[in-house]
């Protein structure tokens, strides 16, 4: 493998010039070789003849050819024809691929018109957005046919199936939800202590431990990590069910891919929901606890003595009427996009991502939307 | 680039591509248990097996991806499960691969797919980057409108066309395909073995193609390799007609074998 790399040297000859190409013309000699040949210029009185003699060449690949093509194209440009003599027969096969390659017509990057593409960009949005919100409109009144469907008659419920998910979605989803709930109190107690210390009211942490995370945190927590770890797998799910075709089979096969699939993740999910939110606000209140004792050195006892003052019936209950709620829009999100995966693998994760995202945002809303109703209802 | 210092075992010049005893195993499952192939310097050599037999799995270890149990392969005469990284980089870009669905970038154009391999491992100058990208997809038989288009844009045959021009952008030695002409029409699979063919012909190539199409083998291939029971079983397409063991003599014998082999002779 000891190549001698490429070269070109031309003899004079009367009224011909022979240039002759000889040792490696191939990828590892490019570089070099496209530097020295735009350097080569004919005189001032060019000689009549210019042959391009390849008898000598050792090896050759395409972007040799591509070169020596390039070479005689542009010589024959500046009005200096060339004649290729001598082509080793090893050669021929690829010189005559690739120069016929050389001939197809060049690409053309279509013109840019930016005001043009931009209008024309707004116009595909809104379409895009209008046939969205039609199709959401249709898959919401899908789901609700399907539900009221499987309440009229309950042997249509795939029982299996609701307590497959049940136990994904709900008991399986305890341990994380617990040690992230436990922390939030930690960490809730602790930034209170610290300020209702300087008040000398350090009691008060268990107000503020009570009321925060029975109305608003504990069922957000689990919202949000409801929404991450079920919600983006119900997309995945239905998404690669989608991607392999399985959504079209059940539909040969006369099945509802709503009522087998959707419907029993949504019951699944509005089941186990308020369960986890309860399970969250314990495990929090429990957190906040146990920081009240080490740094205030407030017992079990007190905790929940003074638990009692400030909360009421309704305060405990404001999570579990959000939870349903909220299991409804992350299930009914994450099928739906699931639904809209097309085709290829890229677009489940995508579909994934974006369920996520809408389904938190969703659940902020309408966390708002549940405190503005509460204060009115003086709940 | 350059393969020069490279540490290289004596081996016949014209085989560009030895396996010797390769054991695969995947959990408690092998797939190969002492295989043997010798791919010759500018042949077609088609290596066909039952569904699950690891045909994919071969081509695999050839080129680097999965490290076997044991056994030795060694490419254009450098064993690969002793290269340091570096230099097994070197010699893949001297094996171009085209997987079953062209592989393509889904984020690049087809111009920025086939230019891939040239920018990052050549110092070319950018416009004869260009060049040689819109001769090699001119070569592949793509439409030179396609080179600006999105994988997503291009049909199943186009795709694998587009994936043909990346695997022979460095100009590589030998060319590995896995599964030329699954998913194609029988047109769109008989160019396809005519444009393997003739660029074989013209660049000079060693093609090694896991197939299962009767038609690719009886057209283009020079060999056939049958992995049979975890081992290779080596020969002409007329020398496996004359085996006894049952799977060739069905695979070849059979209605579809027939009427390939037919229309050949």
């Known amino acids: 493998m000891t190549a001698e790399p490429g070269w070109l040297k031309s003899v004079c000859d009367g009224g011909t010039l ?29 000689p009549g003849r210019i042959k391009l003699d390849l008898g000598r060449l050792e090896a050759l690949d395409t972007v040799g050819a591509l070169l020596l093509r390039q070479f ?14 001598n082509v080793r027969s090893e050669h021929i096969a690829l010189l005559d691929a690739v120069w016929r390659a050389v001939d197809a017509p060049p690409v053309q990057a279509p013109e840019r018109r930016p005001l043009r593409e931009w209008v024309e960009q707004v116009g595909r949005g809104s379409i895009k957005a209008l046939h969205g919100s039609y199709a959401l409109i249709s898959y919401f009144g899908l789901v609700i046919a399907a539900l009221v469907r499987v309440l009229i008659h309950p042997r249509r419920l795939r029982t299996t199936a609701l307590v497959y998910h049940m136990d994904h979605t709900g008991l399986r989803c305890l ?20 300020q209702l210390r300087r008040l000398a009211a350090e009691i008060y942490v268990v107000n503020l431990l009570g009321l925060s995370i029975l109305r608003e945190i504990g069922i957000l927590i689990t919202a949000i990590i409801v929404a991450g770890r079920s919600g983006s797998a119900f997309t995945a799910q239905i998404g690669t069910m989608k991607v392999n075709q399985e959504i079209d089979a059940m539909r040969t096969l006369g099945l509802d891919p709503i009522e087998m699939l959707v419907v029993p993740r949504i019951l699944a999910l509005m089941l186990v929901m308020p369960l986890l939110a309860f399970f969250a606000n314990m495990v929090a209140l429990l957190g906040g606890a146990t920081m009240s004792y080490i740094l205030l050195d407030i017992n079990f006892y007190q905790f929940v003595n003074q ?9 405990a209950m404001v999570a579990m009427i959000k939870a349903p709620v909220f299991a409804l829009v992350i299930a009914m999100v994450g099928c739906y996009e699931g639904l809209l995966v097309s085709g290829s693998a890229e677009s489940v994760g995508l579909r994934t991502t974006k369920s996520v995202v809408e389904s938190i945002f969703l659940v902020i809303v309408l966390n708002a939307f549940f405190s503005i109703l509460f204060q009115l209802l003086h709940i | 680039m350059r393969m020069d210092n490279l540490p290289s075992f004596i081996v016949a010049p014209d085989i560009v591509l030895q396996v ?8 408690g499952h092998t797939v190969h248990e002492g295989a043997d192939l010798d791919v010759l310097r500018g042949e077609v ?6 569904s699950g037999s690891g045909k994919s799995v071969l081509l695999k270890a050839v080129v680097g991806l999965i490290r076997p149990i044991a056994g030795h392969i060694r490419v254009l005469g450098h064993e690969l499960g002793i290269l340091s990284d570096t230099r097994r980089i070197a010699l893949q870009s001297r094996c171009g691969v085209l997987f079953q669905d062209g592989a393509l970038f889904s984020s690049l154009t087809v111009a ?64 590995l395909l896995d599964e030329p002409t699954a998913g194609l029409d029988p047109i769109g699979a008989a160019a396809f073995d005519e444009l393997i063919g003739s660029l074989q012909q013209g660049l000079g190539l060693t093609v090694f193609m896991v197939t299962h199409d009767l038609d690719s083998l009886a057209a283009i291939c020079d060999r056939i390799a049958v992995l049979l029971d ?20 069905d695979y070849f014998g059979g209605p579809r074998g027939r009427a390939a082999f037919h229309s050949r002779s």
């Not at chain 2, 891939?116 to 439409?143: C, N, Y």
């Open chain 1, 18 to 46: 022979l240039l002759a190409a000889g040792g490696c013309w191939n990828l590892s000699a490019a570089s070099t070789l496209s530097t020295a040949l735009a350097a080569v210029t004919l005189g001032p009185t060019p």
């Open chain 1, 72 to 85: 005689r194209d542009r010589l024959t440009r500046q009005g200096h024809p060339v004649a290729v003599v």
């Open chain 1, 175 to 194: 341990p994380i939800l617990g040690l992230l709930s436990f922390l939030i109190g930690v960490v809730l107690a602790y930034q209170g202590a610290e």
């Open chain 1, 307 to 315: 638990m009692r003052i400030p909360i009421d019936f309704w305060d």
């Open chain 2, 20 to 27: 010797r005893g390769l054991v695969t195993r995947f959990g």
């Open chain 2, 45 to 50: 050599l088609g290596v066909v097996g039952a």
């Open chain 2, 112 to 175: 920025q797919n086939v230019a891939v391999p040239l920018v990052e491992h050549t110092e070319l100058s950018r416009p004869l980057i260009d060049e040689i990208v819109r001769v090699k997809i001119a070569m592949v038989g793509l439409p030179a409108d396609a080179a600006l288009k999105y994988p997503a844009e291009l049909s199943g045959g186009m795709r694998k066309r587009a994936g043909l021009a990346r695997a022979l952008a460095l100009d590589p030695e030998i060319l």
């Open chain 2, 230 to 249: 975890r081992k290779l079983l080596v020969g002409t397409l007329d020398s496996l007609r004359q085996e006894t063991n049952p799977w060739i003599r």
